[in-house]
């Protein structure tokens, strides 16, 4: 029976890769769970699994430095949101690569390669990996998705589908068209991981997806008002962000 590790710092991620896992490859057993590329190394050469499921990146030791010291002993494969990475893996064959949120069409694909790839030793894959690595530090890469709490319930949301977020002393509103949702991470640490194209901060404590304003006015006591396309409310401009409009 095939045997498996999976590396990603958040647990839902790590869940739902299990799940489209068993739907699409019901032999293998996950063996192992890693929060972080040291545990990946730890737990790797402890079970010794066929295949080690890295997401690329995770705080402290990353899933490239994680792929580094064990790829000579199981077959790595990328779990990334960042398609320009792992698409380069791919294109050399020594790799494959899984995006986030994994999707069973996709996953189903990669299930087959390795499985062809199981009655092989590991590649040497450490040049390749080396100018991934150098590719990450030269690229801005931009948080993709959000994981959020709606009621008791856990989502992962897309960032390209929120319209804004609102921070208060606690949290953070993550509306989207829809619904919204909460998250524990204030606005000031969204600014260093966001787009500065798709959002803009229009407020100390607000960043509005660009693609969503539909118009800016101004109320009675002068102050700039953004509408947000879908959304009958408006999000106060402070003075320090009203530059941002003047050519609208």
Do not use: C
């Amino acid at each position: 029976m095939p045997t498996a590790l999976i590396a990603d710092d958040e647990r839902l991620m790590r869940d739902q890769l299990k799940l489209r896992l068993a739907q699409v490859w019901p032999e293998l057993e996950i063996i192992a769970e890693a929060k972080n590329g040291e545990e990946a190394i730890s737990l790797t050469f402890e079970h010794n699994p066929d295949f080690a499921f890295l997401d690329i990146r995770m705080p402290g030791t990353t899933g490239l430095e994680a792929a580094q010291a064990i790829s000579q002993s199981t077959h790595v494969v990328f779990v990334t949101a960042y398609d320009q990475y792992a698409v380069e893996a791919f294109e050399h064959g020594a790799i494959d690569y899984v995006l986030k949120p994994a999707d069973v069409e996709r996953l189903a694909l990669t299930v087959e390669r390795l499985k062809k790839r199981l009655v092989n030793p590991p590649n040497d894959m450490q040049d390749l990996i080396a100018k991934i690595a150098k590719q990450v530090t030269q690229k801005p890469v931009y948080l993709q998705w959000i994981q959020a709490s709606i009621g008791q319930e856990l989502r992962l949301i897309p960032v390209d589908d929120v319209l804004f977020f609102q921070s208060d002393e606690k949290y953070t509103r993550v509306q989207t068209k829809n619904y919204e949702a909460l998250i524990r991470k204030p606005v000031r640490d969204l600014l260093e991981e966001l787009n500065p194209d798709l959002f803009w901060q229009i407020h100390r404590a607000t960043l509005v997806n660009s693609k969503a304003i539909e118009g800016v006015v101004k109320d009675l006591r002068g102050r700039l008002l953004v509408k947000v396309s879908g959304l009958d409310e408006k999000l106060e401009v402070s003075r320090s962000f009203t530059h941002l409009f003047k050519q609208m």
